[in-house]
């Protein structure tokens, strides 16, 4: 294994030379720091963790906390892109990553103290109850966190325009000529009453009335309880015409619901759902969704995690990112 010392040999410098040209000190020129990182780099060299933590206090590791109501954990189509991106970037950045959980070796620890444990330098929180107590106690700590899909003033986050993301499929179907548009929406949580809220202003603004068997809480990721509830709504005397779902694997039980009682999509009703993940655009029909832009989500947030790690001034406007996505038209709507 190649040593800072084998560097100062190959550079002619000293030992203390290369450390802080490693370390990327004021007190060495320009030209000696270019000779010692290209020689670092040719030779493999790579510092020791235990060192370097040692040495600035700081272990390079952030912790990712992901744990969803629906317990799919990495299998989740949309968090598993959102910490594709975080890791590309954090990884990018000089950062190892360790998942945090509340055993080791069948030893209970609480969220923080498993932190604590791994000595991370902050955490991102996914798809966790950001109003449990475990949480709570790790987002008030002074580990530096980064949220998922949840707003504070206290604290930093990166989401997904979720206003955005229902306004443009509300509007879509509209222009489509649907004016009987429903809408099943997902476990009760922030990012659901934000989507709530904005289906019912962008009806309100297009001047479509909300009918109340139009309007059904489902369940994330959930196709049994959406077959259950896209049933009800096609068994109405005056059924909608279009239905919009949680999300795209909720989508395949409305798309089960339409087969059961022998209805065609998009002729008969039409179905939208959100996320925009892969699969649902490989099936026949594809699926009318929002896309939601996953890898800049987890980018972002490794970005702005770090940033708060190294200490870095962060403007009042960036402490809550939004991030747009895109409409996907697929083949689910009916243009009537």
């Not at 990712?64 to 590309?88: I, M, N, P, Q």
């Not at 603004?205 to 959406?226: R, S």
């Not at 779902?245 to 339409?258: F, M, Q, R, T, Y």
């Not at 969704?289 to 996953?294: A, D, G, K, V």
């Amino acid at each position: 294994m190649v040593s800072i010392k084998t560097i100062a040999e190959e550079c002619g410098v000293s030992i203390a030379t290369v450390s802080k040209a490693l370390n990327n000190h004021s007190d060495v020129g320009a030209a000696t720091k270019k000779l010692v990182c290209d020689t670092a780099k040719r030779l493999g060299y790579f510092p020791n963790a235990q060192a370097r933590a040692l040495k600035t206090n700081k272990t390079y590791n952030i912790g990712v906390l992901l744990d969803d109501k629906a317990k799919s954990g990495l299998t989740h189509c949309f968090f598993s892109a959102v910490l594709d991106g975080f890791r590309v970037e954090a990884e990018k950045q000089g950062y190892d990553i360790t998942f945090i959980g509340g055993q080791i070796g069948g030893s209970e620890m609480s969220c923080y103290e498993h932190c604590i444990y791994r000595r991370v330098d902050g955490v991102l929180a996914a798809c966790v109850d950001f109003y449990g107590n475990e949480v709570r106690e790790l987002m008030d700590s002074e580990i530096p966190l980064v949220s998922i899909d949840f707003k504070s003033e206290d604290h930093y986050s990166v989401s997904s325009d979720n206003s955005e993301g229902i306004r443009t499929l509300v509007n879509y179907a509209y222009e489509c000529g649907h004016t009987k548009i429903a809408y099943i929406y997902g476990d009760s949580s922030q990012v659901t009453t934000i989507r709530l809220n904005s289906y019912l202003d962008t009806m309100k603004e297009l001047g479509l009335q909300v009918q109340p068997d139009y309007l059904k809480q489902g369940k994330h990721l959930d196709t049994v309880i959406t077959q259950k509830l896209t049933l009800e709504m096609l068994g109405l005397y005056d059924p909608p015409t279009c239905i919009l779902v949680p999300d795209d694997l909720a989508a395949i039980g409305s798309l089960n619901a339409a087969k059961e009682v022998g209805k065609t999509v998009p002729d008969d009703i039409s179905i939208a759902g959100y996320d925009g993940i892969q699969m649902t655009q490989l099936i026949t029909p594809s699926l009318t969704t929002f896309s939601q832009n996953t890898y800049e989500i987890g980018r972002a947030a490794a970005d702005l995690l770090i940033k708060i790690i190294k200490k870095e001034e962060i403007p009042e406007n960036q402490r809550n990112i939004e991030i747009s996505g895109h409409l996907i038209k697929g083949n689910t709507v009916k243009h009537i």
